[in-house]
């Protein structure tokens, strides 16, 4: 529990309680006393919410069923939460004994026989978010082979290319398309042995099995997948005896043609810390990597993440999300989820001053820090003059009209002040500067190719 954060911790424990509350009159006092009554808060870090069950079964059930709900109540709360995590704790156990209702030992018995051939297997393979499926990802340019790669691997009844390893930047739908991988062949094979994991925990058992020194047991357990997923690769590196331990399991799955997919945040060439020959050998299957996101795909995805929340917002506040927030879709889903708990609150549309308001952070840190030089040199390249004519004298219409309108960018983009401005544009007045940025303001309310000329060169520079 964060003791130096206690202040803040009773705030969240008191939402919590109405969270709570909430859900109770939604769904009733049975179902509540069976799935929400046992969840535990554990702890708050950096907006995210932690909160424990006492076994996995219980954890699955919760996400498919109730997530969402705790999720959008405790917005409501809390505009500041950003995520909600269900973990599994250990000491929960006893007081799932004395605690659990029939409905939940039922089911879980009824399960048991169910699992009981693939244990080994389920205990060690992490937990798939039922979210993460094939349908739910969005597919455009950056995403595409990626996407069409993950979807061979799971409809093949051979191993169509062996390893797959899938790269990319944090956010941009790795580990979706993993987990959608492990729900397809669950689906159509339910029989095959499906492992997902990260990089790290199977650096912990793999820790573990060396301490027990039964890591033959370790090696088995792995050889007898039919795929093994492992997510993050990149945390494997460094860690000498975990990555020779890695590349044995590795090459003996890959001799039994069992399908192995990896993910990593770089391209296996760039990977660091990385043996050479592990390098390449992860290189020999297909890599696919996934690019950051164009405004189209932004905009797709928030599109389609919108149609699935109870609240409506607006089109072009979807567009000026697409447009500012260009980082990756974690970031895009969480600006959605608070403007559609923030909507629901107040009980009215939107419009974008709320939005700048409402996301102030979000919308911060992923304005990229646009300088005057590189609106120079857009603009001129835009405009076909010369880099130095930003600065000369010349004041023919061809030369002076790009150099107001990157006078304007650099007021608009940058935090310069306009003496500032003035004299990067070759040591002139700041009245100068004011009269380019009324002139461009001017004719961007009466030209509308002008207007479509300096949103490109906007965009372009942001992007
Ligand atoms: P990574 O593993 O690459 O860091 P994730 O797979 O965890 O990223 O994706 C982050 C979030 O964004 C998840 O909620 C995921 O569902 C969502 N997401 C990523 N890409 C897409 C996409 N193309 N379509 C829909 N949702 C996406
Ligand atoms: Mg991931």
């Known amino acids: 529990m964060v003791e130096d954060n206690s202040k803040d911790f009773t705030e969240i424990q008191a939402q919590w309680v109405t969270v709570r509350g909430r859900i109770r009159q939604k769904i009733g006092d049975a179902q509540f006393k069976s799935w929400i009554k046992i969840i535990s808060l554990k702890e708050c870090v950096d907006g995210k919410i932690i909160l424990s069950v006492p076994s996995a079964f219980i954890r699955t059930r919760i996400i498919e069923q109730y997530l969402d709900i705790i999720k959008s109540y405790w917005l409501v709360q809390n505009l500041k939460v950003n995520d909600i995590e269900i973990v599994i704790t250990e000491d929960n156990k006893a007081k799932i004994s004395e605690n659990s209702s029939s409905e939940i030992k039922k089911a879980e018995t009824k399960n048991k026989d169910h699992y009981k051939q693939d244990d080994i297997f389920n205990s060690i393979s992490s937990d798939l978010d039922t979210r993460f499926t094939f349908s739910n990802f969005i597919v455009g340019k950056p995403n595409e082979l990626a996407f069409a790669a993950a979807r061979r691997v799971a409809e093949s009844k051979d191993v169509?290319?062996?390893?797959?390893?899938?790269?990319?930047?944090?956010?941009?739908?790795?580990?979706?398309?993993?987990?959608?991988?492990?729900?397809?062949?669950?689906?159509?094979?339910?029989?095959?042995?499906?492992?997902?994991?990260?990089?790290?925990?199977?650096?912990?058992?793999?820790?573990?099995?060396?301490?027990?020194?039964?890591?033959?047991?370790?090696?088995?357990?792995?050889?007898?997948?039919?795929?093994?997923?492992?997510?993050?690769?990149?945390?494997?590196?460094?860690?000498?005896?975990?990555?020779?331990?890695?590349?044995?399991?590795?090459?003996?799955?890959?001799?039994?043609?069992?399908?192995?997919?990896?993910?990593?945040?770089?391209?296996?060439?760039?990977?660091?810390?990385?043996?050479?020959?592990?390098?390449?050998?992860?290189?020999?299957?297909?890599?696919?990597?996934?690019?950051?996101?164009?405004?189209?795909?932004?905009?797709?995805?928030?599109?389609?993440?919108?149609?699935?929340?109870?609240?409506?917002?607006?089109?072009?506040?979807?567009?000026f999300l697409a447009h500012k927030i260009t980082s990756n879709v974690r970031e895009l889903e969480g600006a959605l989820n608070r403007l559609s708990a923030f909507s629901s609150l107040v009980g009215r549309e939107i419009n974008i001053d709320m939005v700048q308001d409402l996301l102030k952070d979000l919308l911060k840190s992923s304005q990229r820090k646009v300088n005057i030089e590189e609106i120079q040199k857009k603009v001129s390249q835009h405009f076909n003059v010369k880099m130095s004519d930003m600065s000369s004298s010349r004041r023919s219409r061809t030369i002076a009209r790009p150099r107001q309108i990157a006078m304007y960018l650099s007021k608009n983009l940058t935090s310069r002040s306009l003496p500032e401005i003035g004299r990067r544009f070759g040591n002139r007045d700041h009245t100068t500067v004011i009269h380019a940025v009324k002139k461009v303001e001017e004719l961007r309310n009466k030209d509308d190719s002008f207007d479509e000329d300096v949103q490109l060169l906007i965009r372009m520079l942001e992007s």
């Open 160 to 319: 169509p290319f062996n390893p797959l390893f899938l790269y990319g930047g944090v956010g941009l739908g790795k580990t979706h398309l993993m987990h959608a991988i492990a729900h397809e062949i669950k689906k159509r094979k339910p029989l095959r042995r499906v492992i997902y994991m990260s990089a790290e925990k199977f650096m912990y058992y793999f820790i573990k099995a060396l301490r027990f020194k039964n890591t033959v047991a370790f090696k088995e357990q792995f050889r007898n997948v039919d795929v093994l997923m492992i997510d993050d690769v990149q945390f494997i590196s460094g860690k000498d005896s975990t990555q020779e331990e890695f590349f044995h399991t590795f090459n003996a799955l890959i001799d039994q043609n069992k399908q192995l997919i990896i993910s990593a945040d770089k391209s296996p060439q760039d990977l660091e810390g990385i043996e050479e020959r592990m390098r390449s050998r992860l290189g020999w299957g297909l890599v696919a990597d996934i690019h950051p996101l164009t405004y189209e795909l932004r905009l797709g995805i928030l599109q389609a993440k919108e149609e699935k929340l109870t609240a409506s917002i607006p089109p072009n506040i979807l567009e």
